[in-house]
């Protein structure tokens, strides 16, 4: 896949795991991919070099940091945390949630492009360390809103914004491979930008401590956010896919807590590399593989991939994280 720039690649894969999984047919990983790389001849090889649904694997090398248990779930705070069961709205957080009140800022990229953002933040006027929500390879859904207001009732003032807002983002785009059409268009340069330009904004709506969370696509971003500089405190990316400049990430400054899946192999055997940079940049880090879970497994919509035990367990972990490290 050379002719491929490195987010059409992991969308790529990310649609031939569903199809090796029996998600979707073959026409509809060819649909796909001719979509995403857009050429039919590219997508009939790619396609072509799929294998027929495999077992999983034992897992990769397991990193030296912490393996989550088995156990159930821990007691909780007072905040919103994911659903003892698969939802299918993606709410487990009302938006006339008494705790909260939500907005849509107005926050545009540099060249002065709505980016959709929504936003939620404790009720009240006091000032609270900010979070940047990444969204995954489907833009701002019903869920990604969800994590948003799950957030804010944890105490911080939450923001996302669709990485494809400029093409109508995921409300126009109804077809997933639409959507990861236009997400594989962007650009490194444009998608630091827009990271930026909801950074700045959100520091001035909050303590100016500010954190970011992401997953899957969206935790492949919060990688990319380390590795390019941009001033964030705290990091928590769930199952992101490693970056090509990934050594940069050495230089970050941001405390960084990453999450992965056991049976998520292909993105799992990259958690030693990633070790290894947060080592080398002498930031507190921990790095987290989740037990019998799959990629996702932390999305409530995501059907049987969720996992309402360790999806729990990661979401507590991860507030902890930026409780202690945005104070």
Request: proline residues 7%; charged residues 20%.
């Amino acid at each position: 896949m050379g002719e491929l720039n490195e987010t059409q690649r992991y969308l790529i894969d990310e649609h031939i795991e569903e199809y090796q999984e029996g998600l979707i047919p073959r026409r509809e990983l060819l649909r796909r991919v001719t979509l995403i790389s857009g050429s039919a001849a590219l997508a009939a090889v790619i396609v072509a070099a799929c294998g027929p649904v495999t077992p999983a694997s034992s897992g990769p090398a397991t990193p030296t940091v912490a393996t989550a248990s088995s156990s159930p779930a821990p007691t909780i705070g007072p905040y919103a945390t994911p659903p003892a069961q698969a939802t299918t709205d993606g709410v487990t957080v009302r938006p006339d949630d008494p705790r909260i009140t939500i907005s849509k800022p107005d926050v545009k990229g540099p060249d002065g492009a709505s980016l959709l953002a929504y936003m939620a933040r404790p009720a009240g006027t006091a000032r609270v360390p900010g979070m940047i929500v990444i969204h995954e390879n489907r833009g701002q859904t019903p869920h990604i809103q969800d994590v948003v207001r799950r957030t804010a009732t944890a105490g911080f003032a939450a923001i996302n914004i669709d990485l494809v807002a400029r093409a109508g983002g995921y409300e126009k785009l109804t077809d997933q491979a639409a959507y990861n059409a236009e997400l594989g268009r962007l650009t490194l340069a444009g998608k630091l930008a827009d990271h930026s330009a909801t950074l700045n904004y959100l520091k001035a709506q909050s303590t100016g401590a500010v954190g970011v969370v992401g997953f899957c696509f969206g935790g492949g971003e919060v990688w990319s956010i380390l590795a390019g500089g941009v001033d964030v405190k705290a990091a928590v990316p769930f199952y992101g896919p490693q970056p090509t400049n990934f050594a940069d990430i050495a230089k970050t400054k941001a405390a960084t807590s990453a999450v992965y899946a056991e049976l998520d192999t292909r993105i799992t055997a990259t958690a030693p590399q990633m070790e290894d940079a947060l080592k080398k940049a002498g930031v507190p880090y921990q790095i987290t593989v989740y037990p019998g879970v799959n990629h996702a497994f932390h999305n409530d919509t995501g059907g049987t991939r969720y996992d309402a035990v360790q999806a729990a367990k990661a979401w507590v972990a991860t507030i902890e994280w930026f409780r202690k490290y945005l104070a």
